[in-house]
């Protein structure tokens, strides 16, 4: 496993969760990083996405607002700051580093973390 991430849990509506995902220098040196999500039977999808030097930021529509990410370089490491949780924000979250095309928002990345679960429970 390439990253590592952690945070995941069970939390009530309305409650907070932060997730954080490390790495390593080769895994995050020069790359854009991202959160996506998997629910059950369905696709992964685009969460958000902060470029290396951290001035660009997009976020998916669903998530504005109520999620945060922020990165530290000096620590190989990023993070997801979740508020506002919802019952549709249920998923398998995973963090990747190094999109392989200009569009943050495809699921095309060179590393993964393993995955952490996220349940909201209404």
């Known amino acids: 496993v390439q990253l590592q991430a952690s945070g995941g849990g069970l939390v009530q509506a309305g409650g907070s969760l932060r997730l954080s995902c490390a790495g390593s220098?080769?895994?995050?040196?020069?790359?854009?990083v991202g959160w996506f999500r998997q629910a059950p039977g369905k696709e992964r999808e685009f969460v958000a996405a902060i470029s290396w030097g951290g001035s660009n930021i997009d976020y998916a529509d669903s998530v504005k607002g109520r999620f945060t990410i922020s990165r530290d370089n000096a620590r190989n490491a990023m993070s997801l700051q979740m508020n506002g949780l919802k019952p549709e924000d249920t998923a398998v979250y995973y963090c990747a580093t190094g999109p392989r095309g200009s569009d943050w928002r495809s699921p095309e990345y060179y590393y993964w973390g393993q995955g952490t679960q996220v349940t909201v429970s209404s």
């Open positions: 220098e080769r895994t995050f040196i020069s790359y854009a």
